[in-house]
C-alpha cells in the first residue's frame, strides 16, 4: 500500500473550520474505491496544524487519487487556507491496513 503522512499549518484565522473546509476532498477521497484511510487530527501542540495519515491501495489508486477532479479542485481551493506549503512523507508499505502494536498489547 501506499502510506502517506502530511503536515497541513493553517492560517490561524482558519484553523477551527479547517474541518469544515476540507470536508468535501476528505468525503470524495474516503469514497474512491483504492482509498485505505483518509483520517485528519489536530496537533497537541499546534492548534494551526493538522495531520494527516492517508492510505491507498496500491500506485493505481494513487494515481487516480491525484488525477481525480476532487484532488484537481482541492489544489486550487485548499492553498489559500495554508500558512505553507504541507509536509509529506510518502513511501511504500508490504501490507494491507494496521498492524497491531504489540509493545501495547491490550488484555481485557
Not at 490561524?12 to 477521497?29: G, L, N, Q, V, Y
Not at 481525480?68 to 486550487?76: I, L, N, R, T, V
Not at 506549503?85 to 508499505?93: C, D, G, K, Q
Request: proline letters at 5%; aromatic letters at 12%; glycine letters at 4%.
Amino acid at each position: 500500500m501506499i502510506f502517506i503522512t502530511a503536515k497541513f499549518r493553517i492560517l490561524p484565522e482558519h484553523a477551527d473550520a479547517w474541518p469544515e473546509i476540507s470536508r468535501e476532498f476528505t468525503e470524495a477521497t474516503r469514497a474512491e474505491p483504492g482509498c485505505l484511510w483518509f483520517d485528519w487530527s489536530r496537533s497537541l501542540d499546534d492548534e494551526n496544524e493538522y495531520v494527516l495519515v492517508e492510505a491507498f491501495r496500491d500506485d493505481e489508486a494513487g494515481a487516480a487519487h491525484v488525477q481525480s477532479d476532487h484532488f484537481k479542485a482541492a489544489q486550487q481551493k485548499l492553498p489559500q487556507y495554508l500558512a505553507e506549503t504541507p509536509r509529506i512523507v510518502n513511501t511504500t508499505v508490504d501490507q494491507d491496513g494496521w498492524s497491531e502494536l504489540g509493545e501495547m498489547a491490550v488484555d481485557r
